[in-house]
């Protein structure tokens, strides 16, 4: 067993609490103490200006004296209701959106160089902001604190929608594609001018997502094809189901961006002019967010290949290793990620036929002797993993709380989910792992493989109770109390149970230790180790492992441990194998909204 140690010794410098003081290269900022944290906040700092339907562009503005960062600033259009940006403590939406929150531990010199975390949200690319509670960071700068290895975490508002993730010619034309990726870039460059006034070191600097967020540190790792010589804005990446995917699986596909520009175009009556591009400019921001709504709530606002900064399809590119080889990465996915896609299924699955059937509507460009392969690969009564849950408690789940909860399943459901969740999800975590091992760059791997809650499904978005669905790994991550994840989507830890609580701890200084130090296996020099969890292993193309984060078969100890990445090696195999042909057509009507 491995030896634990945790003091909760202030990392610095307690001392009188006078509002803390930062300066940038345009100016110098006055933010808050938060006492409950032992925290300084500066909140609501812009990064860049955000011209409607272009580029970013730098935010040159200076001043003297001191400008207020007390307070959340605007974000950017999205869905996020009045209720969630109440409690986010956020006022309004905003065209000029692009301002990010910095949290330090309180008390230190800003001449100390602190390791810097920088979250970047998911939500489809159509939603999220960078205050959502949801993602909270006080509480792992807490925990870093605490762990005698204090970070600085940065969150950011990048463009999402329509108005982040714009299609179309005139779009291409113009160069003004995939907008929130660029919108991200410019806060990094932004971080690495100024984070040094508030502490930070601009040499550690680490990228943290999830899902999209995720999706967006994989196009930050591959942009523009490695072709501009910048200076290294990451060292590390922390990437959470999602990375390069498979074929358009997380991209518009040119004809969807031309449509869904189409759609714009005629819902804003630009049809008759000669400049569309023009024409929609003189709407304002809320304006075009509402007409996209009309048009479709997914598919279209997605990053598009455009020869610029998605140089290439992520898959080639990734396989081509035209990418920088000076970061590293820590990279995994949840055991039952598919579940996402096949809760949208409209029909029960209960025989060959039908999974056969409804793969041919999803992947209309696909061979039948492809998709034969796929069948084979995927055998109904395949062991866990892949699956987390026997089939006769899947059966049971089914009777007693989807079908209640509206959603429909059958015999054939943990099958299908895990075709997809390989496709959209695991299979591209593989990939990247793998290629990582290839060129002899670091990468972890993990496989989160807890069910966090037996509430009824109808209680959350994401089809529970039962499994390690997508975003249930939040609260563990995170290292939320369950007071506070009683207001998000995602189910918090399990009262009671001490080894839930465990692995939430173990997971948060794994973590911590790999934005520290680089390393998820680092201590501090207070000796700080996790029982219950082996050494985290780098991955290894003649020997691939995943470190599996399980508390779910036995409540009362954590079931951590070092698993060959081998399972389900032939289906994972087939999808990269054949990009073109494997060509998703989403079946989510409109008003679904929930990747």
């Not at 010199?109 to 810097?116: A, E, G």
């Not at 999808?575 to 909204?593: A, F, Q, S, T």
Request: glycine fraction near 8%; charged fraction near 20%; include cysteine.
């Amino acid at each position: 067993m491995l030896l634990y140690y945790l003091t909760l010794l202030p990392v610095a410098l307690a001392g009188s609490h006078k509002a803390p003081v930062a300066t940038t290269l345009n100016g110098t900022y006055t933010g808050r103490h938060l006492p409950e944290f032992s925290q300084d906040l500066f909140l609501g700092i812009p990064f860049a200006r955000a011209p409607l339907l272009g580029n970013p562009l730098p935010w040159n503005e200076s001043w003297k004296g001191s400008r207020s960062a007390e307070y959340n600033g605007p974000i950017c259009h999205c869905y996020a209701s009045p209720a969630e940006m109440e409690r986010a403590n956020v006022t309004e939406k905003s065209d000029e959106c692009l301002n990010l929150n910095i949290i330090r531990p309180s008390g230190i010199d800003n001449k100390i160089k602190l390791p810097v975390v920088v979250w970047l949200y998911g939500g489809g690319f159509v939603d999220g902001f960078g205050a959502d509670i949801n993602s909270n960071l006080s509480y792992i700068v807490q925990a870093s604190a605490a762990q005698h290895m204090p970070i600085i975490a940065v969150t950011l508002n990048y463009r999402v929608g329509f108005l982040g993730f714009p299609g179309g010619a005139e779009v291409a034309e113009e160069g003004v594609t995939n907008l929130g990726f660029k919108d991200q870039r410019k806060a990094l460059h932004w971080i690495q001018e100024n984070i040094a006034g508030f502490g930070g070191d601009p040499d550690k600097v680490t990228l943290w997502g999830q899902s999209a967020g995720s999706h967006s540190i994989t196009h930050q790792i591959l942009a523009y094809g490695d072709q501009r010589g910048e200076k290294r804005l990451f060292r590390g990446a922390i990437m959470v189901s999602s990375s390069v995917g498979v074929g358009n699986s997380h991209h518009a596909t040119r004809d969807v961006a031309l449509a869904g520009y189409k759609g714009i175009v005629q819902a804003t009556n630009c049809t008759n002019t000669q400049d569309t591009l023009a024409c929609l400019r003189r709407l304002s921001g809320e304006q075009l967010w509402e007409a996209s709504l009309t048009v479709s709530n997914f598919d279209p606002w997605r990053p598009m290949v455009d020869g610029d900064f998605v140089s290439m399809p992520p898959t080639i590119q990734l396989h081509s290793g035209k990418f920088r080889r000076d970061v590293s990465v820590l990279i995994g996915t949840n055991s039952d990620e598919g579940l996402a896609v096949a809760k949208t299924i409209p029909e029960d699955l209960n025989t060959e036929q039908q999974v056969f059937s409804t793969l041919k509507a999803l992947l209309p460009d696909a061979r039948n002797e492809t998709l034969d392969l796929i069948m084979r690969a995927y055998p109904l009564d395949a062991p866990s993993p892949p699956y987390s849950l026997p089939m006769a408690e899947t059966d049971r789940l089914c009777e007693e709380f989807w079908i209640a909860g509206g959603l429909r399943c059958g015999t054939q459901f943990r099958r299908f989910a895990a075709m997809f969740g390989d496709f959209f999800v695991i299979a591209g975590r593989r990939a990247f792992a793998q290629k990582f091992a290839e060129l002899g760059m670091t990468a972890y791997s993990y496989r989160f493989d807890t069910w966090p809650t037996s509430f009824p499904i109808t209680n959350f978005t994401n089809f529970k109770p039962g499994f390690a669905a997508h975003s249930t790994e939040y609260s563990y991550f995170f290292r939320f109390p369950r007071a506070h994840y009683l207001y998000g989507n995602n189910p918090p830890i399990p009262e009671g149970s001490q080894a839930h609580l465990q692995l939430s701890q173990g997971i948060a200084a794994k973590l911590i230790a790999y934005i520290y130090a680089g390393n998820p296996n680092a201590v501090s020099v207070t000796f700080y180790l996790v029982p219950g969890f082996p050494v985290w292993p780098k991955y290894d193309v003649k020997k691939p492992t995943n470190l599996v984060f399980n508390a779910t078969e036995h409540p009362d100890r954590l079931n951590v441990q070092v698993e060959p990445d081998t399972w389900r090696k032939k289906g994972m195999a087939i999808w990269p194998k054949h990009p073109i042909e494997l060509d998703y057509r989403r079946p989510v009507p409109d008003g679904d909204n929930s990747q």
